[in-house]
């Protein structure tokens, strides 16, 4: 079936670790996205890239890395700098940024 | 930036009831998106409507881009309507997305 995967749906981490989040579509999509969602606020937007080996930095870009080494594959490092990394993160596709965007099922992460 | 307001935040219904969910954008836009988040999570594209009027089954938005705004109605509720209705337009670059706070739908049988 086509559509997009993330994993792991959850995550716990300790403070002072890197996590990386992952992120596949086989949807053929050149645009993919992350956004960042807290309990009872919309989504903001943290990294997207439009193309392979680009991205741009998004309204919450500090303390995350991105990279788009495969059309398919947009992971999500959230660094130790990301001072309140808890949070619900989703992971979403389009074949460009003024066509319908789909998103995965998310990916819970906590500091413990 | 452009700023995007959804009103109400929460409302209430009993099965049956029909509604309406404002969504307020600060400047022209090429896209706009309403979503429904369900209670585990999951965000699933309802419309895309940067303008004009589309209906989908008991759904139905409209967009009127040059008031800057957009509704959409939800008619005969049902429980599976419950969750977080979002709003989303593109950036001033166009290249992303940017949402409302949404709006968050209770239908109780």
Request: glycine share 8%.
């Amino acid at each position: 079936d086509g559509g997009i995967t993330q994993s792991p749906k959850y995550l716990f981490r300790k403070e002072g670790q890197n996590v990386t989040l992952s992120c596949e579509q086989n949807l053929n999509h050149d645009a993919m996205y992350w956004y960042r969602q807290d309990p009872g606020q919309g989504l903001r937007l943290i990294y997207y890239s439009q193309i392979v080996n680009d991205f741009q930095k998004g309204d919450i870009a500090e303390g995350y890395s991105v990279s788009r080494e495969k059309k398919e594959s947009f992971p999500l490092t959230v660094t130790s700098a990301q001072k309140n990394p808890t949070a619900f993160y989703l992971c979403a596709s389009s074949i460009s940024p003024q066509f319908t965007i789909y998103f995965g099922e998310g990916s819970w992460l906590t500091v413990v | 930036g452009i700023q995007v307001e959804q009103s109400p935040p929460d409302l209430i219904l009993q099965e049956g009831a029909n509604s309406t969910l404002r969504c307020n954008f600060s400047d022209s836009v090429n896209n706009l998106q309403w979503f429904h988040q369900n209670p585990w999570g999951q965000l699933i594209n309802l419309f895309y409507i940067p303008s004009g009027t589309k209906q989908n089954g008991r759904l139905s938005a409209t967009t009127v881009a040059t008031e800057r705004y957009s509704l959409l109605y939800i008619s005969s509720s049902q429980t599976t309507d419950s969750g977080v209705y979002f709003c989303a337009v593109d950036n001033q670059a166009g290249t992303a997305l940017i949402f409302g706070k949404g709006t968050t739908l209770s239908v109780s049988s």
